[in-house]
């Protein structure tokens, strides 16, 4: 359902987007079978350059997994609620941020190749939809790509996985603008 509570059958801009048809969601990183999913090699080899992300090899492992995946969601949500910067995304959150921070991190363990665990407790993650409550304008969108940034930076997240992550934040990030400004 949209949110005007008409069924969502998917449109060409959803195809557009990266979003799979009747979904609301740019396709996850790790996917078997992904568009725009690169593929390559299932392991490091020993001191060459890093695999191409795929099936076999995804950004949740190359990240380092469960633990590293939550570094990175308490990170940004630090990040978040300690500089002033990024007071207006803070304040479309809920005053205590646990469950935000739960959500983001279950979201992105399934996005990044890894367990899918939002899918497995909430259902499809439907971001526009889940998000259609607040204003979401290229300052926010800014906002949240620079508390990401500084969470990666601050985690020495760098190299092929950097460069792909930065490019598939501001792809979703810009997906789920739903306002001007």
């Given at each position: 359902?949209?949110?005007?509570?008409?069924?969502?059958?998917?449109?060409?801009?959803?195809?557009?987007?990266?979003?799979?048809?009747?979904?609301?969601?740019?396709?996850?990183?790790?996917?078997?079978?992904?568009?725009?999913?690169?593929?390559?090699?299932?392991?490091?080899?020993?001191?060459?350059?890093?695999?191409?992300?795929?099936?076999?090899?995804?950004?949740?492992q190359s990240i380092g997994g469960d633990?590293?995946?939550?570094?990175?969601?308490?990170?940004?949500?630090?990040?978040?609620?300690?500089?002033?910067?990024?007071?207006?995304?803070?304040?479309?959150?809920?005053?205590?941020?646990?469950?935000?921070?739960?959500?983001?991190?279950?979201?992105?363990?399934?996005?990044?190749?890894?367990?899918?665990?939002?899918?497995?407790?909430?259902?499809h993650p439907r971001l526009r939809m889940?998000?259609?409550?607040?204003?979401?304008?290229?300052?926010?969108?800014?906002?949240?790509?620079?508390?990401?940034?500084?969470?990666?930076?601050?985690?020495r997240i760098d190299g092929q996985l950097?460069?792909?992550?930065?490019?598939?934040?501001?792809?979703?990030?810009?997906?789920?603008?739903?306002?001007?400004?």
């Amino acid at each position: 359902m949209t949110r005007d509570g008409d069924q969502d059958r998917g449109t060409d801009a959803d195809a557009e987007a990266g979003t799979p048809r009747g979904g609301d969601v740019p396709l996850p990183l790790g996917g078997a079978g992904m568009p725009g999913t690169p593929s390559g090699p299932s392991r490091p080899s020993g001191g060459g350059p890093e695999p191409a992300f795929g099936p076999e090899y995804t950004p949740y492992q190359s990240i380092g997994g469960d633990e590293r995946v939550r570094e990175l969601v308490d990170r940004f949500y630090d990040v978040m609620a300690e500089d002033e910067r990024f007071r207006t995304i803070l304040e479309l959150h809920p005053p205590d941020l646990a469950e935000s921070r739960q959500k983001l991190y279950e979201f992105l363990s399934g996005w990044l190749g890894g367990p899918q665990l939002f899918m497995q407790r909430r259902g499809h993650p439907r971001l526009r939809m889940r998000h259609g409550h607040v204003q979401i304008g290229e300052r926010e969108r800014d906002q949240w790509l620079a508390c990401m940034a500084e969470a990666m930076d601050a985690m020495r997240i760098d190299g092929q996985l950097r460069s792909f992550l930065d490019q598939r934040f501001a792809h979703v990030a810009d997906f789920m603008r739903n306002a001007a400004g």
